[in-house]
């Protein structure tokens, strides 16, 4: 069984900066492509950004590319999320997830199989 945690959500003003982390239980993390996800109040869950099983391949929602890196520690089976430049229009709820096969990237959120419970993120003007 896999365990996915997030922490590092929170309040902060628009133009700020957030780090997400994500620590994942179980010996497989090295294995599989994570990604992030979020969801704000009465939309649908949307794909943020995801990596792949090694760390040398990484994509990104055309909303945050260029503010948000993705990244992993496999030696420490976590996953992070470093977020720059933040807009009202990122708060949700953040989710971290693991593909359920194969270590690319993928944006499908039918492509994971393991999720965390969820950090919040609120960005305010």
């Known amino acids: 069984q896999v365990q996915l945690v997030e922490s590092g959500g929170g309040l902060v003003q628009a133009g700020g900066s957030l780090r997400l982390s994500c620590a994942a239980s179980?010996?497989?993390?090295?294995?599989?492509?994570m990604g992030w996800f979020r969801q704000a109040p009465e939309k649908e869950r949307e794909f943020v950004a995801a990596?792949?099983?090694?760390?040398?391949?990484?994509s990104y929602a055309d909303s945050v590319q260029d503010r948000f890196t993705i990244s992993r520690d496999n030696a420490k089976n976590t996953l992070y999320l470093q977020m720059t430049s933040l807009k009202p229009e990122d708060t949700a709820n953040y989710y971290c997830a693991r593909a359920f096969y194969g270590s690319g990237t993928y944006s499908a959120p039918a492509s994971y199989d393991y999720w965390g419970q969820g950090t919040p993120v609120t960005v305010s003007s």
């Open positions: 990596i792949s099983a090694r760390g040398g391949a990484a």
């Open positions: 179980g010996r497989t993390f090295s294995s599989y492509g």
